[in-house]
């Protein structure tokens, strides 16, 4: 295996292994702020309990968060390095901000949310909550404003310096709101949201089989339930919108996504299937007309196929087809969950039906799964290039980098990864068998 794809699956599993924690963490933060404003305008004190409680594990997925995130900033000067010239003064903008703006403001307030209980007024403890919810939306803000330029370069111009170009900042603004940011942020920031809600679903429901902490489980699901619904109905809207940039300014990641690989009028949308590459067509069932309607609002639209590019700039269609679908089976299952869990919630006694809680209970992996395969589809989607149609990915390597020194540190993450991952487990389990201190008598 090449040095290319060994460095190409070292940040995949780096980079995939952090993102577990990121959306629990702006997800849970939210749902927090909800709780801590009801604790101000009832005065309430389960409220007060059931913060203490969220508090406690967005606290964990904050602290791994930030201990497996570091490790991509070294990667690019290591494995990446002619890609981080190449782009140095657009991500040093970017994450710089991110820096300032958000990780400061959320880790400053972050002691007084865990630690200021009674220290601080509950006014000023809402305040700490909504500065470190903030925080962690400010992060995922320049995050995805530094991935979208790579996705839709704009603000820009390239310099040469001693026969080495490199893409250089002309307008902060453009490369701020470039073509694909704001659709692209408002998709990641739902998925997050939605990673927050399930993992509340999901404690919730397993209280409710343990039948433990039952007026705790009913309150966070009084709340988490319209948050879930609200969100997936609004990203079904977010990705529909995601989806027509992607067909404006980059057709052949389209192209992969859907399956398309003969440039044609009315062409169809696949619910599923397998791509053949060799054969270049889809085996699955399809929609005729859907894609070019969904595309251009427009069933005769023509709609661009991977032969209107050259062979070299296809991306794996195989697997951007896979991980694209994926995502949107794990969205119809976050949907089935959410307004079964509803129905029962509104029409049925919920502890009723142990199927139902036991699909809720598990059901914390399905926006975990969906927001993992969507930065696959992305990303994947965007190769060869790692600037789109700028700097090809096999360029932005370093060329001192030999393939076994990416393999050895391969192992070494993957040790270190299984053992912070178990230890989360173990803490995550730790909490939610201890409970919330919570006064167990007072029903809802």
């Not at 990446?80 to 901000?97: E, T």
């Not at 991935?147 to 307008?171: F, K, L």
């Not at 940039?245 to 009028?265: D, I």
């Not at 299984?418 to 029903?443: C, N, T, W």
Request: hydrophobic letters at 55%; proline letters at 4%; one cysteine or more.
């Amino acid at each position: 295996m090449n040095v290319e794809i060994l460095a190409r699956i070292q940040f995949a599993l780096t980079v995939g292994f952090h993102y577990i924690y990121p959306p629990l963490s702006i997800g849970l933060g939210l749902f927090i702020l909800f709780i801590e404003g009801a604790w101000i305008k009832t005065k309430d004190p389960k409220y007060k309990e059931m913060s203490k409680y969220w508090v406690k594990i967005f606290g964990l997925t904050f602290a791994i968060g930030v201990a497996s995130g570091i490790v991509q900033v070294f990667e690019f000067g290591t494995n990446w390095a002619s890609y981080s010239r190449y782009v140095g003064d657009v991500f040093g903008s970017a994450l710089g901000a991110e820096g300032i703006f958000a990780f400061f403001v959320e880790s400053g307030f972050l002691a007084i949310l865990l630690f200021g209980w009674d220290r601080v007024s509950p006014a000023m403890h809402f305040f700490s909550a909504l500065m470190v919810a903030l925080g962690a939306h400010f992060s995922a803000v320049w995050i995805v404003v530094a991935n979208s330029w790579m996705q839709t370069p704009a603000g820009y111009h390239i310099v040469t310096q001693n026969g080495v170009p490199r893409a250089e900042i002309t307008n902060f603004w453009e490369m701020v709101f470039n073509p694909s940011s704001v659709d692209r942020l408002i998709h990641v920031l739902i998925g997050c949201w939605l990673a927050g809600a399930f993992l509340v679903i999901s404690i919730s429901a397993y209280y409710l089989l343990k039948k433990r902490h039952i007026p705790f489980a009913q309150m966070s699901l009084k709340i988490s339930l319209p948050i879930a619904l609200v969100f997936l109905v609004a990203q079904a809207f977010s990705g529909d919108s995601s989806a027509r940039v992607v067909v404006e300014h980059q057709p052949a990641k389209l192209a992969a996504m859907e399956g398309v690989f003969r440039t044609q009028s009315y062409a169809p949308l696949y619910l599923g299937g397998v791509v053949d590459r060799e054969e270049q067509k889809v085996k699955g069932i399809a929609i005729p007309g859907l894609l070019s309607l969904l595309s251009y609002r427009d069933a005769s639209a023509e709609v661009k196929g991977l032969d209107a590019f050259p062979k070299d700039e296809w991306p794996n269609s195989a697997v951007v087809f896979q991980t694209y679908h994926l995502m949107i089976m794990m969205w119809s299952a976050m949907l089935v969950t959410a307004v079964l869990a509803w129905i029962f919630w509104k029409k049925i006694k919920l502890g009723r039906c142990r199927p139902l809680l036991w699909l809720m209970a598990f059901s914390v992996a399905f926006p975990q799964i969906a927001n993992q395969a969507g930065w696959f589809t992305a990303e994947m989607g965007r190769q060869p290039w790692i600037v789109y149609n700028l700097l090809r990915t096999s360029e932005g390597l370093s060329k001192v980098v030999s393939a076994n020194m990416v393999l050895g540190s391969i192992i070494m993450f993957l040790v270190i990864y299984m053992a912070l991952f178990s230890l989360f487990i173990y803490l995550l389990d730790k909490k939610i068998r201890q409970g919330p201190e919570f006064h167990e008598e007072v029903g809802v």
